[in-house]
């Protein structure tokens, strides 16, 4: 077992160093920026960097007054969520894929996926609870920008 | 072979109740087989119709279970997939809309999909696109807590299609619990009605509350059948049949609807099975029915074609009388023993027949013709002798009617035997036949008599005399020759025979003429000595009318008293009266005296001589008796002639015995003459009754003495007193030295042997005197006195002796 968990943590490691060299090499070709949206019942008016980390790889589940945070997640292949995992979670979205398929096994469920930045807004305003990220571009009426992202 | 009739008839009425019996046997078998099988089958058939039935509704039933179960799982796996979740966003991404159109190319649904929000309207739908935004029909929804609904058979309202359906409730993602729309799938009733279908059997589904939602009858229920069918009854009635239906039910846990699946057996099924079956017993029928039924017309005709033979020989025997036919004999069974019996009847009536036909010619041949020679007999001549005549009569021939008689042959037959007698008849048949042409006729009346009829002599008396005369030579020189017996032991015989012709012309004469004509000759033959042929002639006719008479007249004779006793005195030396010899006269009314010697052989040959001989002696006797007291007579001896036939009576003794006790005379006055022949017939018969009598003091004299071949040594035998010289020899005796030498050899024999002597016939002196000096001492003949009567007699007596 202590093999197994110290090969793990050099996994990690190293997908780690990947990723931070990823963000530096093409970091400059991604324009526009990353609103993030939540649900007007959010008791919070505002979720730092810190706090998406742990929201989006599912560490805290529930809001500070008691209800689930249903957290939002863009399409896979969207660039927008590139570069949200690039630079919000520092990780490559192929590891974050893996993290949260393990997540699921172990019966808590992987962000909600959402084709558009429109639909991730429109989830957002009808869900309680619910955070997402859009592109800055999108109509944000009926939901709370609990952070931008440059 | 008798012509046998053609097939066809023997099947005849015996073969037809066979045949129909057999038929009626072998119909009500296969058609109590067939019953019990059908009934059989139909109970099994039922039966297994039951459970194919309930074994079909069953299984359409789980069918429809299982695709709606799929169905079901299905549509819930869909309503819980992530993309669910933009129903929250109103599919603001389309990709619901994307993911149901994909589903139904995948999963090649029957029906559509579609998608409601929370609020239960209309998100998106593969089946109609434009429909977004419309509500959920009432029916679809579900009820509050539940997340799944059956939607029972109704129309779809976006489609107008009938469907069933399978409603969910889309469970939120991201927070357990919260339903965040509905998901409905819906399936053509169409593929459940082909889900339906069967072949062999019609369903009927019935929803929980008894409405019908397929019909796979093809007509509408009736009421009634709907009931039955309500009521699970077993048997659905459809017009005049019964069909039979099967139930099945949903499992309670399983999910889908609540239908009742009724099962109806197809109108078809059942008849259609009890219709093959049918064909296949008709089938059967035939196809056993046909070899049996040749095979029973084959036994039919095996069994029965005997009898037709039996019964067609049985009428060709009736009709023909051949009783030589026979039937084969087919086997060792009944029939076998009926044909052999009928065989055996055959042919023992053939045997009978043939032993009564033997038997009737054996009679017509003892009706004419003679067992013994096998000739020809009398009533057979009598019918050849009347052809005779009537052809002679026709033509003018004469013809000749012979009767033979063989000489002796009575004696001879009584001496030799009957079996000797016998052969020499058939001999002289045999011999008779070579002497006679074919045409002439032989036969045997009986005895030692044969007739020989000659047909077509000539025309001419004297030629047709000769040409039986030599005919008649022939035959007496055949019978001449000699007979040589069977028996080796006995001799030879030469017999000779006596043939009497009587020739004929016409037909004026009848059978019994001729023969009497014939007989009469003969007897003449007879009469001049025998072995000799004589024509019958009138004059014949009239000497044997004669004599005839004169024997019937003799036959009266002693009742008539007609006869005389004739008295001749002999004498001794000196002339003394010593007797008489009796001599017999007959004093015939019409004829006057008839001499002895004309009716004495005719008593004889008729026997008559032994009671008129009785006669004689008892009238002597009685004379004898007569005498008694008369000094002159009382010492007289009367000499008495017996013939042979009277001396060889076996009671003659006894008469004579008789006599003399009645008469009570002195037997030794009683002095019987016998011939030489009388003797000589049976020498020892004759000395045994001579001895008897000479016992009793009768004496005898031998008659005509010399004549004969009296042996000198039964001479010394014979009890003799007396010898008599015959007259013939005393004629002559003065005259003929033989004759002298004769008497005198006589005389002196008499002396040596102690005889008397006595001379007849002495009619002169000179006789007499040679006599007495040669030494005879009594003398009887004219000189001394002819034959007196009994007055004369006594008259003569009584003056010799006065």
Known sequence: MATAAGSKARALLLLALLAFFVRHGYGANTGGSIIVIANPSVPVASVSLKELVTIYLLRVTLWPDGQPIVPVNQEADSRLRSRFSETVLGQQPMALANYWNQMHFQGKNPPLVMDSSQAVAAFVRKVPGAIGYVSANTPTEGVKIVERLP | MIPFAPFPRYLGPFARKVLLLLTALFVITYASI???????????????????????????????????????????????????????????????????????????????????????????????????????????????????????????????????????????????????????VTYPWQVVASLLHADNASLVVLNHSGEVLYNGMGTALSPAGLERLRAHATRYPAGRTDYMVAYAKPPDNRVGPHWQLAAIESSNSMKDYLHTAWEQIALGMVLLGVPLGVLTIGITYRFTRPLAELTATALEISKSSDLSKRVAVTGRDEVGLLQRAFNE???????????????????????????????????????????????????????????????????????KGHEWGDQLLIEVAKRLKPCVRTTDTIARLGGDEFVVLLEGLSERPEEATTQARKVAEKILNVITQPFVPKDRDADEYQGTCSIGISLFRGNETTLNDLLKQADIAMYFVKDSGRNAIRFFDVGMQSAMEYRNALETDLRRVLSKRQLRLYFQPQVDSVGRILGAEVLLRWEHPEHGLVSPVEFIPLAEETGLIVPIGLWVLETACAQLNAWKGGPHTRTLVLAINVSARQFQQPDFLARVSEILERTAVDPAQLKLELTESLILDNVSAAITTMRALKAMGIGFSMDDFGTGYSSLTYLKLLPLDQLKIDRSFIRNIATDPNDAAIVRTIIAMGKTLGMDVIAEGVETEAQREFLELQGCRAFQGYLFGKPLPLPDFEQLLGVRQA
Request: net charge positive; aromatic share 10%.
């Open chain 2, 345 to 415: 009847m055959t042919s023992r009536l053939q045997q009978d027949i043939i032993e009564r036909k033997k038997a009737e010619t054996e009679i017509h041949n003892l009706a004419f013709f003679d067992p013994l020679t096998q000739l020809p007999n009398r009533r057979f001549l009598h019918g050849r002798v009347e052809y005779a005549l009537n052809s002679s009569a026709l033509h003018g021939n004469h013809g000749a009617l012979m009767f033979i008689d063989l000489d002796h042959f009575k004696k001879l037959n009584d001496t």
């Open chain 2, 34 to 184: 067939s019953a019990i099988i059908l009934f059989d089958l139909s109970a099994y058939q039922r039966a297994a119709t039951r459970n194919e039935l309930s074994r079909l509704a069953s299984a359409k039933l789980n069918n429809l279970a299982v695709e709606f179960s799929h169905q079901a799982v299905n549509s819930r796996a869909w309503a819980r997939l992530d993309v669910m979740n933009d129903l929250v966003t109103n599919d603001v991404d389309q990709r619901i809309a994307r993911a149901l159109g994909q589903m139904k190319i995948q999963y090649r649904l029957p029906g559509n999909i579609y998608a409601f929000g929370e609020n239960g309207n209309l998100i998106t739908s593969n089946a109609v696109p434009g429909a977004r935004g419309r509500s959920m029909p009432s029916n679809w929804r579900l009820t509050p807590g539940d997340d799944f609904r059956f939607i029972d058979k109704s129309v779809d309202p976006y489609t107008g299609q009938a469907i069933v359906a399978f409603s969910n409730a889309v469970p939120a993602a991201y927070a357990p619990g919260k339903t965040i729309g509905y998901l409905v």
